[in-house]
Antibody, heavy 120, light 107 residues
C-alpha cells in the first residue's frame, strides 16, 4: 500500500520561509516523479511543482517560480518543498503525489496534506 | 496552459439518482484525463484514469467517457457516500491542470 506523509506546515509571516517534507513508503520511490499540489481554503486544486525520478529535472508553476524549490532524497524516500518569500496567497493545504506508470502527472495516490498559513 | 472547464459547478441530487458531470478541455488531450473525488477535510481520491479506466476498489457505479476535448463522469445510482466534490484533471501536457470542481450535494 502506498503511503505518503507530509509534514512541515504551519503559520509563517509574509516574506518568511517554510520547508515541507513528504515521506513515501510502499512503492519504489526512486522510479517515479513526485509533485506537490495545493488547495487554498475553499478553492480548487492547483499543481505547484514536480521533480523527476532522479531529481535531475524540476518544474514549477508560474505562481511559485523563483520562490519555491523542490528536491528529493531517494535514499530517504523523501521529497521536499522549500518555500521562500511566502505570500498570503500561498496559504493552502499542500499535498504530495507521485506520478504513475500512466504518466508523470497522473496522481493515483495522495498524501493527507499539510496546512500552510501565511499571515501576520 | 490547457484550461479545464467543469459543469455544473454544483449539483443537487437524491440517493439513487443518475448524475453526469462534464469536463471540457481547451484543446485536445486524447484520453489523458483523470477524475478525483474529494470529501471535506480529506485528500483527493483517484476514481478514473485515462478517461474511462476505473481505479482498483472504486465501485462500478462510477464510469468515465470521452476523448479529445469533451469528457463525462457518470454515477449510475448515487449512494450517500458519493456526496463530495469532483475534479477533472488533464495530464496530456505540462503543466497539469484541474477543472474548477463540481460540488455534489444532497437534495
Amino acid at each position: 500500500e502506498v503511503q505518503l506523509l507530509e509534514s512541515g506546515g504551519g503559520l509563517v509571516q509574509p516574506g518568511g520561509s517554510l520547508r515541507l517534507s513528504c515521506a513515501a513508503a510502499g512503492y519504489s520511490f526512486s522510479n517515479f516523479a513526485m509533485s506537490w499540489v495545493r488547495q487554498a481554503p475553499g478553492k480548487g486544486l492547483e499543481w505547484v511543482s514536480a521533480i523527476s525520478k532522479t531529481g535531475g529535472s524540476t518544474f514549477y508553476a508560474d505562481a511559485v517560480k523563483g520562490r519555491f524549490t523542490i528536491a528529493r532524497d531517494n535514499s530517504r524516500n523523501t521529497v521536499y518543498l522549500q518555500m521562500d518569500s511566502l505570500r498570503a496567497e500561498d496559504t493552502a493545504v499542500y499535498y504530495c503525489a507521485p506520478g504513475s506508470v500512466g504518466g508523470t502527472y497522473r496522481f493515483d495516490n495522495w498524501g493527507q496534506g499539510t496546512r500552510v498559513t501565511v499571515s501576520s | 496552459d490547457i484550461q479545464m472547464t467543469q459543469s455544473p459547478s454544483s449539483l443537487s441530487a437524491s440517493v439513487g439518482d443518475r448524475v453526469t458531470i462534464t469536463c471540457r478541455a481547451s484543446q485536445g488531450i486524447s484520453n489523458f484525463l483523470a477524475w478525483y473525488q474529494q470529501k471535506p477535510g480529506k485528500a483527493p481520491k483517484s476514481l478514473i484514469y485515462a478517461a474511462s479506466g476505473l481505479q482498483t476498489g472504486v465501485p462500478s457505479r462510477f464510469s468515465g467517457s470521452g476523448s479529445g476535448t469533451d469528457f463525462t463522469l457518470t454515477i449510475s445510482s448515487l449512494q450517500p457516500e458519493d456526496f463530495a466534490t469532483y475534479y477533472c484533471q488533464q495530464y496530456y501536457n505540462y503543466p497539469p491542470t484541474f477543472g474548477g470542481g463540481t460540488k455534489l450535494e444532497i437534495k
